[in-house]
């Protein structure tokens, strides 16, 4: 019998031979510039990481529209390619691999970014409709970053049929400028109750045209701009990221199954380089499942390399594997902490905890100086 694939086993996904199956997953860091370009404080980041089987890159806003994250980078300019160059490079002389998140955010970007403009969404729907209390103590609507704080969100304006080109057109350029910057691929961010995300469910889609009512039109969008990734740079080197369950920003659906393995179909069809799949269990440590995993469905209809991601400790991703629920594990925080993060699973060395705190704080506290194993025990002589 074939030995049970693990994490440290390679596997091909489209163009990328992957030396092991433990992938970083997408992480927000805040460590550009205020105008969304890299900063050198980001080569050494991602660097220090590149023995994991893939990197996929934080998200990265394909337009100033779709960015609403004080010091997340973009894609859309000429300085910011410029300023991604070095990055790639420094994971590729390291022997990694690294692949774009394209990322729109749709009707949760605040007007400040947006000179004052609403941002745009599938309908003019607000996440969170309730009326802000400023002496709550938690305001579940006070959810949109900015560079003075959070504040909360404001209702975004519906696109125009006529307008949905454009967005395609602009995420196709964003995958010609990553490569451009040298990335082995993109990975479209269709999760997390972002643009895509906002198409997909129906508390967030109120649409009357073909981009709105039954689950072939809402997943329109996805396959629209999936299908321009692919013809721009080649299905080899687009992958998408998805978060099939429970409420994300306002985005929840009342058939989560039906809706997200048609549209892991449609990507099964476009023949995409793999899919990940954002899906806590139940009892989540960051956000947890309010319906059954719809994972082992999707894998149903989707034959390619599927990556699930969220609390995933080295038994159970172990398990996941075995057992052929996954063909790779994404990790999100334990790479914050632990930059050799594959040798310290290989070597079953403890992982060390991260701060939520330096999340997105600036400078290298809690972003490039969490030492690896051999520097503690070092240290520790």
Same mark, same amino acid.
């Given at each position: ?30 460590? $550009? ?23 996929? $890159? ?35 002389? !390291? ?84 490569? !451009? ?171 060390? !905890? ?28």
């Amino acid at each position: 019998a074939a030995r049970r694939p693990s994490l440290f086993d390679p596997i091909r996904v489209g163009d990328i031979e992957a030396p092991n199956r433990i992938f970083m997953a997408p992480l927000t860091r805040a460590r $550009s510039t205020k105008d969304h370009v890299p900063t050198q404080q980001m080569i050494e980041y991602y660097t220090q990481r590149a023995a994991s089987g893939l990197i996929i $890159s934080e998200a990265t806003g394909i337009s100033q529209e779709g960015l609403g994250w004080p010091f997340a980078p973009g894609i859309w300019s000429d300085e910011q390619v410029e300023a991604w160059k070095p990055i790639v490079d420094g994971v590729h002389q !390291k022997g990694g691999r690294i692949i774009l998140q394209l990322w729109h955010m749709g009707r949760v970007v605040h007007p400040s970014f947006l000179g004052g403009q609403p941002p745009v969404s599938s309908s003019a729907v607000t996440p969170y409709e309730i009326a802000y209390d400023p002496s709550a103590s938690v305001n579940k609507n006070l959810h949109a970053h900015t560079y003075d704080g959070k504040k909360p969100y404001e209702r975004p304006r519906a696109l125009n049929t006529e307008e949905i080109p454009r967005i395609i057109k602009t995420y196709r350029q964003a995958a010609r400028n990553a490569i !451009k910057a040298g990335f082995d691929g993109v990975q479209l961010h269709a999760a997390n109750g972002y643009l895509i995300d906002q198409f997909l469910r129906e508390t967030c889609n109120k649409r009357t045209d073909q981009y709105g009512g039954s689950i072939e039109n809402r997943i329109r969008l996805l396959k629209e701009v999936t299908t321009g990734l692919i013809e721009e740079i080649g299905a080899g080197k687009v992958s998408v990221r998805l978060s099939p369950n429970g409420d994300t920003q306002g985005c929840n659906d009342r058939h989560p199954d039906d809706l997200f393995t048609a549209a892991a179909k449609v990507l099964q069809d476009l023949n995409v380089a793999f899919l990940e799949l954002r899906e806590p269990d139940f009892d989540g440590t960051f956000g947890r499942a309010q319906v059954l995993p719809v994972g082992d469905l999707i894998r149903r209809v989707f034959h390619n390399p599927l990556v699930l991601n969220s609390d995933y400790k080295k038994s159970k991703s172990e398990h996941a594997l075995a057992s052929g629920r996954a063909d790779a594990i994404s990790f999100g925080r334990t790479f914050i902490s632990n930059p050799d993060l594959v040798s310290r699973l290989k070597n079953d060395q403890p992982l060390a !905890k991260d701060d939520i705190r330096t999340w997105y704080s600036p400078g290298p506290h809690g972003y490039t100086d969490y030492p690896t194993y051999e520097e503690q025990t070092r240290s520790k002589l």
